[in-house]
């Protein structure tokens, strides 16, 4: 059983599984390159590493949570990557969404190291990262999962084995960001379509939520719109617009049409562009200027 742990990257979402494996007694070193974050998880009770490679050494099993393949490819593979400090049997858990072909890469990277990868990005945002309820979509022979389950379950409430090679983890999670992505932005439209006609915000946080559409993201976006909080909210633009993209990617690789994904990237692709700096659930601000109303809560009229 692994016992000493690692994190690579250390935001809103590594700085959530870096606090849960410390609460669940690993001993954890963390990188970051933001010394504000470093100092904030040493403080923690973890172990400031120097660098990437640096979390790794003497670590059983890392994670790595960072923004995009490139930054991936750099911590694992780079000069002085997690490849160069951790030793034969450890394990490396890639939690960031990265494109199926990246993690594929990877894989092949190590090949031969006596490195272990686990192919498993996460769903439950910041949120979930925190309380340490993240889904995980792991891909990896069985017997390499059954030995990253103890820090696996440490940062998790539901762990879905969906594959044994490289990618397939990628590749569920893309899936998903291109539904979840669709629900955010049909939510956005609705909260803006009940404003316009003067429904007021707590009747539609009722009915929405106890309907057949209620789910966990359109309750997470109607939240956010109805008390203004669309920035901060640990959920920003710039994830979700990469995970969609990385979604698209893969449909034009496999030819298949992505109509309703396609428009809510487009709204996306809007949002980031009108509001680089803000959360998700900024979008929807692109649909009230067009009309002039927008759903608040009462007491959150901004």
């Not at 120097?50 to 923004?67: E, K, L, T």
């Amino acid at each position: 059983m692994p016992q000493r742990a690692g994190v690579v990257g250390l935001g809103d979402m590594g700085s959530g599984i870096a606090g849960n494996l410390i609460r669940a007694g690993f001993e954890t070193s963390g990188y970051d390159p933001d010394t504000a974050r470093l100092q904030a998880f040493s403080v923690s009770g973890g172990r400031a590493a120097a660098s990437a490679g640096d979390a790794g050494i003497g670590s059983d099993a890392v994670f790595v949570m960072v923004m995009n393949g490139e930054q991936a490819h750099s911590v694992i593979c780079g000069d002085g990557g997690l490849t160069s400090t951790m030793s034969p049997g450890s394990i490396i858990l890639l939690t960031a969404t990265v494109s199926p072909g990246d993690a594929r890469d990877i894989a092949g990277k190590l090949a031969g190291s006596g490195i272990d990868l686990v192919d498993s990005p996460v769903s439950g945002g910041f949120p979930g990262a925190q309380a340490g309820t993240l889904t995980m979509m792991a891909s990896a022979p069985s017997a390499v999962l059954e030995r990253a389950r103890p820090v696996m379950e440490a940062v998790s409430s539901a762990i879905y084995h969906v594959g044994t090679e490289a990618g397939m983890g990628q590749t569920v999670k893309a899936c998903l960001q291109s539904l979840i992505g669709s629900v955010f932005t049909a939510t956005f439209e609705a909260s803006v379509l009940a404003a316009a006609a003067g429904v007021d915000a707590e009747t539609i946080q009722s009915v929405f939520s106890n309907s057949s559409a209620g789910s966990g993201a359109s309750n997470t976006a109607l939240d956010n719109i109805v008390t203004g909080k669309f920035e901060k909210s640990g959920s920003h633009i710039r994830t979700m617009y990469k995970d969609m993209t990385l979604a698209m990617d893969l449909a034009r690789d496999l030819g298949v049409p992505l109509f309703t994904a396609s428009a809510a990237m487009q709204l996306f692709q809007a949002g980031i562009t009108r509001y680089p700096d803000g959360d998700n659930w900024a979008v929807t601000k692109i649909t009230e200027e067009i009309v002039g109303h927008g759903l608040r809560r009462r007491d959150n009229q901004s």
